[in-house]
């Protein structure tokens, strides 16, 4: 079988059907293709006009059947399959046409990173209570930045709104909060990121 990774930028996975048992002619018609407009979302296209009835079985890695149809062919179809609830993993479409063959097509579901889309970083600037934050942020998704800062009791004593898109620096004078310990939330679009400071 043929593994195709869907990424986020892929467009289209077309892979090479084999039959099952006995191998069918390997100059034949393709019949079968699994095509991507959007990740996780599917569209197993069975390109055969033979009339009878088609089965699907969605197999998970382990290959135990998540979901099974019976579709009755006319002039070939196309039939959606929406994978965002399905954790990360390889997935296999077993197709038995009119005749008995199965065709099978594999994929493997690439799931977005929840990490954050920015770098950041607090460092005290003078053994006291004064520290610099840097953010790097790597795309739109930056926009705005929300930056809070917190004492050592999870009170907020500080926050504020950044629309840099290529990040920033800044100095945080905390010398007149009794705090000793600071926390410093990071947060735009792409995710959360805690700092610790004292």
């Given at each position: 079988?043929k ?8 467009m289209l996975?077309?892979a090479?059907a084999f039959?099952?048992?006995e ?11 699994i ?10 296209v069975?390109l055969d006009?033979?009339?009878?009835q088609v089965k699907?079985?969605l ?8 979901h099974?149809?019976t579709?009755n062919?006319?002039a ?9 609830l399905?954790p990360?993993?390889?997935?296999t ?10 065709l ?10 929840n990490?954050?889309?920015f ?12 520290f ?14 929300s930056?809070?800062v917190y004492?050592?009791n999870g009170?907020t004593?500080h ?13 945080y004078?905390?010398?007149s ?6 926390t410093?939330e ?5 995710g959360?990121?805690?700092?610790n400071?004292?």
């Open positions: 079988m593994k195709t990774t869907l990424a986020v930028a892929m996975v077309v090479t039959a099952t048992g191998e069918k002619d390997k100059n034949a018609t393709k019949k079968v293709a095509m991507s407009n959007e990740p996780e979302h599917l569209k197993l069975y006009e033979e009339q009878g699907v079985s197999k998970n890695a382990s290959g135990e059947i998540i099974k149809t579709i062919n006319k070939g179809f196309s039939q959606p399959y929406d994978m965002e399905l990360a993993g390889d997935y479409f077993d197709v038995t046409i009119p005749d008995g063959t199965t099978s097509e594999t994929v493997t579901i690439v799931k977005p990173s990490e954050p889309n770098a950041a970083n607090v460092l005290n600037v003078n053994d006291g209570k004064k610099r934050l840097a953010v790097v942020n790597r795309d739109e998704r930056a926009l705005p930045t930056i809070k004492d050592q009170n004593i926050e504020e709104k950044v629309n840099d898109l290529y990040g920033f620096r800044k100095i004078d905390l010398s909060v009794e705090a000793n310990q600071f410093f990071i947060k735009n679009a792409s959360t990121r805690y700092l400071a004292y």
